[in-house]
C-alpha cells in the first residue's frame, strides 16, 4: 500500500513568519490532498493537485506537486494564528480510499 | 446544509462493551468511509463502502464491522471493545473514489476502559 510521510511532525513559528510542510509518497501519486484540522474539530478540504508540476495557491498557502509526483509541499507565507492546527496530505490509492500521511502539527505563536 | 453527520460525539466504553457509531451524509454519495485518528499516526482507513450493499476492509479492519444498506448511512459497530480502540473516528464521504474530496463528519472521540 501507499506510504505518505509528512516533515515535520510538529512545527512551532513565530507569527509573521514563512514555513513549509512536506509530504513523500513510496509510489507516484494520482491525486494529492491537503487537509487541515483544528484541535479537536473535523479536516477542512484545503487543495488537491493530479499533475506533476501542479501549483495552487489558496490566501496565504500554496501547495505544490512535483514534476515526478512523488513529493508535495504546502507553503504557508506570513503565518498567522488561525494558521494553527493539524496539516494532513492524503493520496489516491488505486480502487480504494484516500490514504493519509501521519500529519504535522502546527503552532504559530503570537 | 448537514453534509456529513457523527453521532455521539463523545463515549466512554468498558473492556468488552459494544456500540455503534452512527454516521450519515445527505450529499447522495456513493462512497463512504471510516478512519481513526491516534496521535501522530494520521488517519488510518477502518472500512469502506463503494455503494449500498457493498463494503471492503481498509487498513486496520480488525474489531470493527459495517453494513451499508442505504446510500445515507454507513454505521461503524464495535463488537467488543478494548482499550487499543480508543481514538477518534471520524466518518467520510465522497463521489468517486478518484479525484474526488473527501467530506468529513466532525469525529466521535472514544474511550475504552
Known amino acids: 500500500s501507499q506510504e505518505l510521510e509528512q516533515s515535520p511532525q510538529s512545527l512551532i513559528v513565530q507569527e509573521g513568519k514563512n514555513l513549509t510542510i512536506n509530504c513523500t509518497s513510496s509510489k507516484t501519486l494520482y491525486g494529492l490532498y491537503w487537509y487541515k484540522q483544528k484541535y479537536g474539530e473535523g479536516l477542512i478540504f484545503l487543495m488537491m493537485l493530479q499533475k506533476g508540476g501542479e501549483e495552487k495557491s489558496h490566501e496565504k498557502i500554496t501547495a505544490k506537486l512535483d514534476e515526478k509526483k512523488q513529493q508535495s509541499s504546502l507553503h504557508i507565507t506570513a503565518s498567522q494564528p488561525s494558521h494553527a492546527g493539524i496539516y494532513l496530505c492524503?493520496?489516491?490509492?488505486?480502487?480504494?480510499?484516500?490514504?493519509f500521511g501521519g500529519g504535522t502539527r502546527l503552532m504559530v505563536k503570537p | 446544509n448537514a453534509g456529513v453527520t457523527q453521532t455521539p460525539k463523545f463515549q466512554v466504553l468498558k473492556t468488552g462493551q459494544s456500540m455503534t457509531l452512527q454516521c450519515a451524509q445527505d450529499?447522495?454519495?456513493?462512497?463512504m468511509s471510516w478512519y481513526r485518528q491516534d496521535p501522530g499516526m494520521g488517519l488510518r482507513l477502518i472500512h469502506y463502502s463503494v455503494g449500498a450493499g457493498i463494503t471492503d476492509q481498509g487498513e486496520v479492519p480488525n474489531g470493527y464491522n459495517v453494513s451499508r444498506s442505504t446510500t445515507e448511512d454507513f454505521p461503524l459497530r464495535l463488537l467488543s471493545a478494548a482499550p487499543s480502540q480508543t481514538s477518534v473516528y471520524f466518518c467520510?464521504?465522497?463521489?468517486?473514489?478518484?479525484?474526488?474530496?473527501?467530506?468529513f463528519g466532525s469525529g466521535t472521540q472514544l474511550s475504552v476502559l
Open positions: 450529499m447522495n454519495h456513493e462512497y
Open positions: 492524503g493520496a489516491d490509492e488505486a480502487g480504494n480510499m484516500l490514504t
Open positions: 467520510a464521504s465522497s463521489y468517486s473514489n478518484r479525484g474526488a474530496k473527501l467530506f
